[in-house]
């Protein structure tokens, strides 16, 4: 069971990246996966990048729906993941 458990998370996480924001710097942290979806150098992200640089990349669709959930997760103190 534990080696099903195992790779059920491996796929799930498979292509998943993670970033850290700060929101008193507006400085964005991330791994190699998050900097590979975004086309980002692992060097530049590494040392952080104003959040902005990731919204600029996003299509224009996702946008309003982005800046929605941005809001409610500053305001409201909640976790944001992303589906």
Do not use: C, K, Q
Not at 10 to 26: D, K, V
Not at 44 to 73: K, M, N, Q
Request: hydrophobic share 40%.
């Amino acid at each position: 069971m534990e080696n099903a458990s195992r790779h059920m998370v491996e796929t799930i996480l498979e292509g998943a990246g993670f970033y850290s924001w700060s929101l008193t710097t507006n400085m964005l942290t991330g791994d190699t996966a998050f900097a590979s979806i975004y086309e980002i150098s692992e060097s530049e992200l590494a040392r952080g990048i104003p959040v902005e640089s990731i919204l600029d990349r996003l299509v224009e669709e996702d946008r309003p729906r982005l800046a929605e959930r941005i809001h409610d997760v500053i305001l409201g103190g909640r976790s944001f993941v992303s589906p």
